[in-house]
């Protein structure tokens, strides 16, 4: 069973820009796309950007297109979400996910299977 713990998240105004990161446990991470979502209070979980397992490919949701970036670290077995232009409605807990199945395409939402404990992102306006 893969663990994931992310980090980085916290309190910045708007306009700001925050890193998150997610360290995933066990082998065979660079096998896994991965992937980022959020809750906000009230709110169901929504989808923010994944990356294949390979990294030469991105999925981004419209909202935090041209200022969210997803990457990763197959040597550190890491992933990132550097958030730049942040705005109030980015405020949520921000969660890393892997994939269910190995070499998959990273671009189907209900398949990714394994979650960390989520990082608190709040954005004042």
């Known amino acids: 069973q893969v663990q994931l713990v992310e980090s980085g998240g916290g309190l910045v105004q708007a306009g700001g820009s925050l890193r998150l990161s997610c360290v995933a446990s066990?082998?065979?991470?660079?096998?896994?796309?991965m992937g980022w979502f959020r809750q906000a209070p009230g709110k169901e979980r929504e989808f923010v950007a994944a990356?294949?397992?390979?990294?030469?490919?991105?999925y981004y949701a419209d909202s935090v297109k041209g200022r969210f970036t997803i990457s990763r670290d197959n040597a550190k077995n890491a992933v990132y979400l550097q958030m730049n232009s942040l705005k109030p409605e980015d405020t949520a807990v921000y969660y890393c996910?892997?994939?269910?199945?190995?070499?998959?395409?990273?671009?189907?939402?209900?398949?990714?299977?394994?979650w960390g404990q989520g990082t608190q992102v709040t954005v004042s306006s």
């Open positions: 996910a892997r994939e269910r199945e190995p070499y998959g395409r990273g671009d189907d939402v209900h398949g990714f299977g394994s």
């Open positions: 066990g082998r065979a991470f660079s096998s896994y796309s």
């Open positions: 990356i294949r397992w390979s990294g030469g490919i991105t």
